[in-house]
């Protein structure tokens, strides 16, 4: 079994940042992708940002610029950095990993989710 655990979020202005983690444990072979989606009041889960185990990056086109994924391998950790916050960016953020088990089982895992909350 995989467990994501995320930390970071919280209530900032507009203009201000954050940083989000997530830590994966668990029965971990390797971590092939790691990403963050997030979802809105009434909006469905969409895709943030996403990292390959070879820091292959892919960001939506509403967070270019202002948002920054980075990974520790090491620690099985991925990181947030949300920058130029808007109000439109309050959501609840979700981290999310594909990870192959030690017994070869690979599998798509989520975190219990953190909101992030920017006032104008």
């Known amino acids: 079994q995989v467990q994501l655990v995320e930390s970071g979020g919280g209530l900032v202005q507009a203009g201000g940042s954050l940083r989000l983690s997530c830590a994966a444990s668990?029965?971990?072979?390797?971590?092939?992708?790691m990403g963050w989606y997030r979802q809105a009041p009434g909006k469905q889960r969409e895709l943030v940002v996403s990292?390959?185990?070879?820091?292959?990056?892919n960001y939506a086109d509403s967070v270019k610029g202002r948002f920054t994924i980075s990974r520790d391998n090491a620690k099985n950790t991925v990181y947030l950095q949300m920058s130029s916050l808007k109000p439109e960016d309050t959501a609840v953020y979700y981290c999310?990993?594909?990870?192959?088990?030690?017994?070869?089982?690979?599998?798509?895992?989520w975190g219990q989710g953190t909101q992030v909350t920017v006032s104008s």
């Open positions: 668990g029965s971990i072979f390797s971590i092939n992708v």
């Open positions: 990292i390959t185990s070879g820091d292959r990056t």
């Open positions: 999310n990993a594909v990870v192959t088990s030690n017994i070869g089982y690979t599998g798509k895992y």
